[in-house]
């Protein structure tokens, strides 16, 4: 018997929901939608998913050039928050540490300041400015 695609969304996400209670995840400053102040094309989504072992946040990149594919980076991460850091580590990657981040949340928490986790090579080490679009 095929399962229909919209039931097995639906009960997944209910499952990842379900993991994490989301009373706890609202009371962070970082729930919802940011999108970077200067280039506008890269998203980070920070919803109340969790996998069981960390939670999660999405980082949206847009496409590759002459391609469909989703830009180098793209994709969940997990994270841990600290003062005045976020350690993250992307799924797709094989390491088994998290690396620490510069970030810094307004206090009206309309703006993120974070360092750049995913293009780090030593050119590009700078920080990136993100406005809530929505919670």
């Keep these: 018997m095929e399962i229909p695609e919209k039931w097995a969304v639906d009960f997944d996400k209910h499952k990842l929901e379900s993991s994490y209670p989301e009373s706890e995840f609202k009371k962070s400053p970082l729930h919802g939608i940011w999108v970077e102040a200067h280039v506008r094309t890269d998203t980070l989504i920070f919803t109340p998913y969790y996998d069981g ?10 496409k590759r050039k002459n391609s469909n594919l989703p830009e180098y980076k793209s994709g969940p991460y ?15 990657s094989g390491a088994v540490t998290y690396n620490p981040y510069y970030l810094e949340i307004s206090d009206d928490s309309s ?16 920080t990136l400015l993100f406005i809530r679009v929505a919670e």
């Design 53 to 62: 072992q960390e939670p999660v946040f999405h980082l949206e990149r847009g």
């Design 78 to 92: 997990h994270y841990r928050l600290g003062e005045s850091v976020i350690k993250t580590r992307w799924f797709l």
């Design 111 to 126: 703006e993120l300041k974070i360092g750049n986790f995913y293009d780090a090579s030593p050119q590009n080490n700078d």
